[in-house]
């Protein structure tokens, strides 16, 4: 039977959930690479996982980042003049590491014009995105502005470089994220449309003088590890079931922008299974344990929290705390640090003694296939 306190008592999860997910609103004249939502976002350890790689290794110049998510850890690590390799397998994910991680040159007077005009255009006819998303995910007023936006961006394709491009489509991302009516992902919106501020998008900041020499990649980290190198690979899988493929199926839709069928409440594209994980299966630890054995590299670390049976369904851990010591210690010797963090879950408010743990491995021991050694592409 439902009574009045378990209404209260939901109320008060789907409260703490948007406290959790929501970023501060905060004006700003420019994008910043950390202006987004996301689920397991390590922005707020940054400081933590630089304390441990600069107390703990040494002659550490290239950081490949193989699971990238927002980028925030590479751009961190960046910031050290490091050179990184950045990797994710959504694509809108990739435009994004162009936008804040490559090299190639770009004429800043033509995006900011762009976006400008981009700003100022209103929409009244319906589009792909009006048709699908409006009154749902987004204000019926912002799903036709998102559909013009990333058609006119395809149309202006000709007269922009790739990165460009990226940076265009990038800005609409991040803009949609602010004015989405979600709690931080895409798995479902709100009943109630309150989220009808009008959608803006931004310049991004740039910082081109960091970016010398960064390799950006969108293919899957077990077969990538297998053809680079770095001084140090940082590994932040995603440990549960919550594939990133279906939680943000609506950024990797005006992404790709192919117009797919969608399908169910949530609306999400009908093929997505080049973007599952098996991270998020029961395969996770036999798919880890291949990661490691093909790294090449002098350090390995591994983020990681201390979930395991502690939060309900979907926030359950897939690979034990155990498991990841004794794969990383085929490689070589293991510290473990750990940092007291709020957990996200979708059952619980709360769960007690819930650390962010980082395990560095300082490789001793040969790559475990057939000897050979990988390269930068």
Known sequence: MWTKQHMNDINNTINKREEQLSLPVVEEAKLNIKNRRYLGSKYKML???????????????????????????????????????????????????????????????????????????????????????????????????????????????????????????????????KAANTVGHYDA??????????????????????????????????????????????IDTPYNSRQYGDAYHLLENVAEWKKPTVTGVAKKMIDRLQIKSDYCTAKAPTAFADLISHIDS?????????????????????????EIIETLGTRGDVKTFDLAFNAFTTGKTKIDDHKEILYLCKVNRGIQNDGTKGKIL
């Open 298 to 322: 002098i350090y390995i670390l591994v983020s990681f929290n201390n979930m395991a049976q502690k939060g309900v369904g979907r926030s359950n851990a897939k690979i034990s705390a155990e």
């Open 189 to 234: 919106y709100r009943r109630k449309l309150d989220s009808t501020k009008q959608i803006k998008l931004l310049v991004p900041e740039y910082k081109d003088t960091l970016n010398t020499g960064n390799i950006i990649f969108q293919e899957d980290a077990n077969q990538l590890v297998r053809v680079i190198k770095a001084d140090l690979v940082y």
């Open 47 to 177: 400081e933590f996982i630089w304390e441990v790689v600069k107390e703990n290794c040494s002659d550490v110049e290239t950081v490949a980042d193989i699971f990238g998510g927002t980028g925030v850890v590479a751009d961190r690590f960046r910031t050290e003049g490091k050179k990184i390799l950045i990797n994710d397998i959504l694509y809108s994910n990739y435009l994004s590491y162009w936008t804040w991680f490559s090299d190639e040159k770009v004429d800043y007077k033509k995006i900011e014009k762009m976006i400008n005009e981009f700003n100022a255009v209103e929409v009244t006819e319906d589009n792909y995105m009006s048709i699908h998303f409006g009154d749902t995910y987004f204000t019926m007023e912002n799903a036709r502005k998102i559909g013009f936006i990333r058609q006119r961006i395809e149309e202006l394709n000709d007269s922009l470089g790739f990165r460009e491009k990226a940076i265009l489509i990038t800005s609409l991302l991040y803009a949609m994220d």
